[in-house]
C-alpha cells in the first residue's frame, strides 16, 4: 500500500481541487483532439489531407469557420448545431465525437493508474500511448460507419505507431524488457492480421457470392477519388472498397449492363466481368474482349444484376486487429474478437426484436472490434483474470 503521509500535508489538503482542475484540463484536451479526429472523418476518405484547407469549413456552404466558431463543444451548442454563415445543420456527430472523446480521454487518465494518489509521480508516457489507441478506434469506427472502409492511415499507420509505442514503454504490454515488448507487440499484430484473414478467406468459400437483381435499371459506377487508398464500387445504395471485392486473384464481380462507359470506351446490352486488373467485356452478339484497368479511370453505367464474392468480414478488419495487436499484444486480439463478436450479436438481436434490422445491417464489424479493444483497454485484464478464476475450480476438479 501506497504511504500517503509521503506527500507535504498542504498540498495533500490541497490535492482532490488540484485534480478537478486536472482533469477539467484532460477533458478539454480530449475534446480538442475530437475535434481534429471529426476533420479526419471527413477528409480523410475523400482523399483530402486533413492541414489542407487549415480551417474547418461547412460541409453545406464551405465556409471556412473562424476559431471563435470552432470551439469544441460550445461552438455547436451555442450556433444550435448550425452554419454559422448559412444556416444549414451540422451533424450532432460533430459534438457527440468532441463529447466522447472528452470522457474517454478522462477515463483513461484515471483508470490507468493516474488518481490523486500518483500525482506527484510525474507523467506516465502509457496515458499518450492510450489516448493515441483510442483516437484511433473513435476516427476508424466512424470512417467505417460511413464508408465501410477502414483507411491505412488508421490501421496500419496505427499499427507502426503500436510497434513504436511498445519499443519506446517497456510496460506497454508487458512488464519486461524493450525486446519482449517489441516480441509481443509484433507476434500481437501478426496474430491479429492472421485470424481475421483466415475468417475472410473461410468466409468467401462459406458463402460463396451475393447476388443483386433490381426490378429497374440502377446506376453502377468504379471511381478512385483524388488521393485515395482504391477504387470504390457503388450500386444502388450498396458500396464497396476494391480490397474488399478482390481479396483472392480468382474473385469476380460480374455486373449485367444496359448500358457502360470504360474510360472513352462505351458498351451496350452486355455482361461484365470486373477482376483485381481488367475488365471482360461479354456483349448479348459479338465475341468477347478483355480490357487491362490501366488507363481506365472511371466506369458507370446502368444495370439490371450484379454478382460479386461475398465475405463474412472485410480485410479492413484484418488491418484494424493488427493495430490492436500492436498496441496490447496477442491476449487483447483474442479478447477483443470474441468481445466484438458478443457486441455485435447483442446489437443485431436487439435491431430484430425492435424491428430495426435494417439499421443494424448498416453498421459494419469494425466498431464492435474498436468496442472490444476499448473495453479490453480499460478492464480486459481483470475481465480474464475473472474468468479464469471462475474456470480454474471446474479444471482443477476434473
Known amino acids: 500500500m501506497k504511504n500517503k503521509t509521503m506527500l507535504p500535508t498542504l498540498d495533500y489538503l490541497l490535492l482532490p481541487a488540484t485534480f478537478s482542475i486536472l482533469l477539467c484540463f484532460v477533458f478539454a484536451f480530449g475534446c480538442c483532439v ?129 510497434v513504436v509505442a511498445a519499443v519506446s514503454i517497456p510496460k506497454l504490454i508487458v512488464l519486461d524488457t524493450r525486446w519482449m515488448n517489441l516480441a509481443h507487440s509484433i507476434g500481437g499484430a501478426g496474430l491479429g492480421f492472421a485470424i481475421i484473414w483466415v475468417i475472410v478467406q473461410l468466409g468467401k468459400m462459406a458463402f460463396g457470392r451475393i447476388k443483386f437483381q433490381f426490378d429497374k435499371a440502377e446506376d453502377w459506377s468504379v471511381s478512385q477519388e483524388p488521393g485515395a487508398e482504391e477504387p470504390i464500387f457503388k450500386v444502388a445504395d450498396q458500396r464497396e472498397g476494391y480490397s474488399n471485392i478482390f481479396s483472392r486473384p480468382s474473385d469476380r ?28 467485356i461479354r456483349p448479348a452478339e459479338g465475341p468477347e474482349e478483355t480490357l487491362p484497368l490501366e488507363g481506365i479511370t472511371s466506369m458507370s453505367g446502368t444495370c439490371t444484376a450484379v454478382e460479386q464474392p461475398r465475405e463474412a468480414m472485410g480485410m479492413g478488419d484484418a488491418n484494424w486487429m493488427a493495430c490492436v495487436g500492436a498496441f496490447m499484444g496477442y491476449k487483447a486480439v483474442l479478447f477483443t474478437i470474441f468481445a466484438g463478436s458478443c457486441i455485435g450479436a447483442l446489437i443485431s438481436l436487439s435491431m430484430i426484436v425492435l424491428r430495426r434490422r435494417e439499421w443494424a445491417a448498416r453498421i459494419p464489424f469494425g466498431p464492435y472490434l474498436a468496442a472490444g479493444a476499448l473495453i479490453w483497454l480499460f478492464s480486459g485484464p481483470r475481465i480474464l483474470e475473472w474468468y479464469l478464476s471462475l474456470a480454474g475450480p471446474r479444471l482443477e476438479a476434473e
Open 34 to 162: 475530437g475535434s481534429y479526429l471529426n476533420v479526419v472523418i471527413y477528409r480523410l476518405p475523400l482523399g483530402m489531407k486533413t492541414s489542407e484547407p487549415r480551417r474547418s469549413f461547412c460541409p453545406s456552404c464551405k465556409y471556412q469557420i473562424p476559431m471563435w466558431h470552432n470551439i469544441p463543444l460550445v461552438s455547436w451548442l451555442l450556433l444550435r448545431g448550425k452554419c454559422a454563415n448559412c444556416s444549414k445543420p451540422i451533424s450532432s456527430r460533430y459534438l457527440f465525437v468532441e463529447l466522447i472523446t472528452g470522457v474517454l480521454f478522462v477515463a483513461a487518465f484515471v483508470r490507468l493508474g493516474r488518481g490523486p494518489e500518483d500525482f506527484y509521480q510525474g507523467f506516465d508516457w502509457t496515458m499518450l500511448a492510450a489516448w493515441c489507441f483510442i483516437a484511433l478506434c473513435i476516427a476508424g469506427s466512424y470512417i467505417d460507419i460511413d464508408h465501410q472502409i477502414l483507411p491505412h492511415e488508421i490501421t496500419w499507420g496505427g499499427a507502426v505507431a503500436g
Open 253 to 280: 464481380l460480374m455486373i449485367k449492363c444496359l448500358s457502360a462507359r470504360l474510360g472513352e470506351r462505351s458498351v451496350e446490352n452486355a455482361t461484365l466481368f470486373l477482376t483485381n486488373d481488367s475488365v471482360i
